[in-house]
């Protein structure tokens, strides 16, 4: 690879810094040399985005398996990416069904999703389900990154305690992360916080005053690096430099849309005699775009390798108004076979796979050692639930997009046997990272394909 200037050669890990803040950098030029000798390259990534409420199934299923699939409407938006994604179906979460438990399907397939292990039927203290893959992945390589793990989510009327799913204890409905058998990873619904945590070293004893500054002169984080940031950049070749300021453009529009909300939220009128609503106040879909941003900077400045996504969690009855849809989503889910409510489910599940793939959009712009940063990426993108109105937990709607820097062979419709296990997946992702996991969940080995 071509070095604009040789005479810089800089750390992988190499941070814009100022008062109160750390801004990890994305990969330069100037960091082959370093980064060849001391990572072998680009490191590998694995996230986990959870949508509830299962899917349109006839609309998400591909007719055609192998390469040059088709796509069936609610995957349509993928099209540009289809060679970056494959469409599993097979996969299944046999704990996430009732066994003696009886009902409370969603709280189970929030909880099983990435741990593949039945929760203990509780509405108590004594939970018990198991620990979720990411999790392992983070107790293995966390140490390599500043976050060990990210875990986010849009749904702000979660709640860690108390009884929500027919005689679950909440946790398990609004989490899908879990450090270990009792103790859940809550996800963090607001972007600022998210933002503080990239941008901020906690370890840096003026973070609190660089906070406070910020807030009070109204400034900009970049205001702050801004000297550090100039001296980088005239060390840097053409090519490196012209990827700085795209990355700081991109920071800067994130940091002003995370101002706007909290603004229009600011702004908003108090309700007197009416339930919280379900969300962040305002925009939706603004709020779920902020997030994929924030993900996406994480992933390209090397945060964290390893993030979970809920969006919404299970049993979500958020409607969807600017799709033509004011029926809650959960309710609808329980279609009975209308055609007219399948439609609506159908759009909502669209609504979201164009989220994601402008999320995907953004990390093949990214450039990085071996390529993009979704080509050193593992993302898995579905559901513990297919068709809502039977809560099946069989033959689930999953994507797995990336390259996975190159073990993955992304670009068609794998079926697999019934109901293999979706941990199966899970533990060849942790093999490729590099993670020796024998078992997660109800695995039963590793799965050939993807």
């Known amino acids: 690879m071509h070095i604009p200037n040789r005479s810089l050669a800089i750390p992988r890990r190499t941070f814009l810094r100022g008062l109160g803040t750390c801004i990890a950098l994305p990969w330069l030029e100037a960091m082959t040399p370093v980064a060849r000798a001391v990572l072998g390259g680009a490191p590998r990534r694995m996230v986990f985005v959870y949508l509830p409420n299962g899917m349109d199934m006839e609309n998400w299923t591909p007719r055609k398996a192998g390469a040059g699939y088709d796509l069936p409407m609610i995957l ?16 299944a979460h046999l704990n996430a069904r009732p066994g003696k438990d009886g009902a409370g399907d969603h709280a189970r397939a929030n909880a099983t999703f990435l741990t593949g292990a039945r929760a203990r039927k509780t509405a108590g203290a004594d939970i018990h389900v198991g620990a979720s893959v990411d999790q392992i992945a983070a107790q293995a390589i966390g140490r390599e990154t500043r976050l060990p793990s990210l875990e986010m989510t849009c749904d702000t009327s979660s709640r860690q305690a108390g009884a929500c799913d027919s005689g679950y204890a909440c946790a398990y409905q609004n989490n899908i992360s879990w450090r270990n058998e009792n103790t859940p990873m809550p996800p963090i619904a607001d972007p600022r916080l998210i933002f503080e945590r990239l941008f901020g070293a906690a370890e840096d004893p003026d973070l ?6 910020r807030e009070s002169c109204r400034g900009s984080i ?5 000297d550090d940031a100039r001296a980088l950049q005239r060390g840097l070749g053409a090519s490196d430099r012209r990827k700085v ?15 706007q909300q909290q603004k229009f939220r600011a702004q908003l009128p108090k309700p007197s005699a009416m339930e919280k609503p379900e969300g962040i106040p305002g925009d939706f879909a603004a709020h779920t775009q902020t997030m994929y941003d924030l993900l996406a900077l994480a992933l390209a400045t090397d945060s964290t390798r390893i993030a979970s996504f809920m969006v919404l969690r299970e049993g979500s009855n958020r409607s969807y108004p600017w799709l033509g849809v004011n029926d ?16 609506k489910i159908a759009k909502i599940n669209q609504w979201h796979v164009e989220r994601f793939a402008e999320f995907l959009a953004k990390l093949k712009t990214m450039r990085e050692a071996g390529g993009t940063v979704l080509d050193n990426s593992m993302i898995v993108f579905g559901s513990a639930i297919a068709d809502g109105d039977r809560h ?35 533990v060849t992702m942790l093999n490729h990272m590099r993670v020796k996991a024998e078992k997660v969940g109800d695995s039963t080995g590793l799965i050939e394909g993807v």
């Open 222 to 226: 970049l205001d702050l690096v801004r």
């Open 328 to 343: 809650g989503h959960h309710e609808i889910s329980h279609h009975g076979g209308s055609a007219e409510k399948k439609a």
């Open 208 to 213: 609190a005053y660089g906070k406070a500054l």
């Open 392 to 426: 099946a937990h069989h033959d689930l709607p999953v994507i797995l997009a990336g390259g996975g820097g190159g073990v993955l062979k992304p670009g068609r419709h794998v079926q697999f046997d019934k109901e293999t296990p979706m941990t199966n997946l899970y």
């Open 245 to 259: 300021d795209e990355y700081l453009t991109a920071l800067r529009e994130t940091e002003v849309g995370i101002a």
């Open 76 to 91: 349509e938006p993928l099209k540009a990416h289809q060679q970056h994604v494959s469409v599993l179906s097979g996969l």
